[in-house]
């Protein structure tokens, strides 16, 4: 008589997003099965396509959050109340505080991991200009205050919840998607790429694809209270990366000001356009033995996964 392997069960929220999908993916081709939080109908259509099980609700049905939470190996917390169109985080703090009470009650004292997302960009830059990392001291003045989601996180390990936290590079890129593809879109529909200030500043990146991985690696072997840069790459400046979508749509960069670029897009817009960010991702190399595989940003755009979509937007 054969015993049948337990296949393990995975949560997440976010799951039909840009990053989620991947992970939603990659996941299922690890052998997990795939519960993803779901608000639409077409959210649960894309669910359905990746062989996942779409979960109607959102991030205030909170008893589907402890329900789902509680039956699960694992939880990966992607979705966030906030958006970029929002002056403040704050607004959104209140449903975000309540989700990850949700999910948190249902995993204390069980060891069962729940990985949760934050951004490399709530530290502050090197003043030499080095590379930072996980143990770098926050950015007193940051873009928005997400980092307070960050703090709250991890002060869940202190009541017996095995939380890790992965912080994103604020260029996820690859598959031809993500914030490269946005200002792709936008610099169609303008008539050039705009960057700030010269673009002098670095940019941290990482593929979409090894983004997708290090939250399943930290799943696996995250210990509680450790917080992961999600780091493919720190030496390319702004500027790099503007003309490079210059040069695939054939048009000019133009170079405004940031008392333009706050004028035109707003603050929150121009300070993460400006942003110097070098996060190290050695700690996941080291500790969970992740190692980013994806193509370049540069060369995605100029070679890879962009080339399409510069060439549909050319045609328009």
Not at 78 to 99: H, M, R
Not at 218 to 229: D, I, L, P, Q
Request: include cysteine; glycine fraction near 10%; aromatic fraction near 6%.
């Amino acid at each position: 008589m054969t015993t049948q392997k337990h296949q393990k069960r995975l949560f997440m929220t976010g799951a039909s997003g840009y990053i989620g999908s991947v992970i939603t993916e990659l996941a299922i081709a690890d052998g997990y099965h795939v519960h993803g939080l779901s608000r639409t109908e077409a959210s649960d259509a894309k669910l359905g396509s990746l062989g996942a099980v779409p979960v109607r609700g959102d991030l205030s049905s909170l008893d589907v959050l402890r329900h789902e939470s509680a039956e699960a190996d694992v939880v990966i917390h992607l979705a966030t109340a906030y958006t970029l169109s929002e002056p403040s985080y704050d607004a959104a703090w209140p449903v975000d505080k309540a989700a990850l009470d949700a999910v948190a009650g249902s995993l204390a004292g069980t060891d069962k991991p729940l990985v949760m997302t934050s951004g490399t960009l709530i530290v502050a830059a090197d003043p030499a200009g080095a590379e930072t990392t996980e143990e770098s001291p926050e950015d007193p003045e940051p873009i928005n205050s997400r980092g307070k989601a960050e703090q709250y996180a991890l002060g869940l390990a202190r009541r017996g919840v095995r939380v890790t936290v992965v912080r994103l590079a604020p260029y996820v890129y690859g598959r031809g998607g993500s914030g490269v593809r946005l200002f792709m879109n936008m610099a169609a529909e303008a008539g050039g790429v705009t960057c700030v200030d010269g673009g002098k500043n670095h940019i941290t990146a990482v593929h979409v694809d090894d983004a997708a991985r290090l939250y399943l690696q930290a799943a696996r072997s995250g210990k509680a209270g450790e917080v992961f840069n999600a780091s493919g790459a720190t030496d390319v400046t702004a500027r790099q990366l503007f003309e490079a979508m210059a040069e695939a749509l054939r048009l000019p960069v133009w170079d405004i000001t940031f008392a333009d670029a706050e004028a035109r897009m707003g603050e929150t817009f121009a300070l993460f356009l400006t942003a110097e960010n070098r996060a190290s991702g050695a700690k996941a190399a080291k500790e969970l033995g992740w190692q980013p595989e994806g193509r370049g940003v540069l060369e995605d755009i100029s070679k890879g996964s962009y080339q399409a979509v510069a060439e549909v937007l050319r045609k328009k």
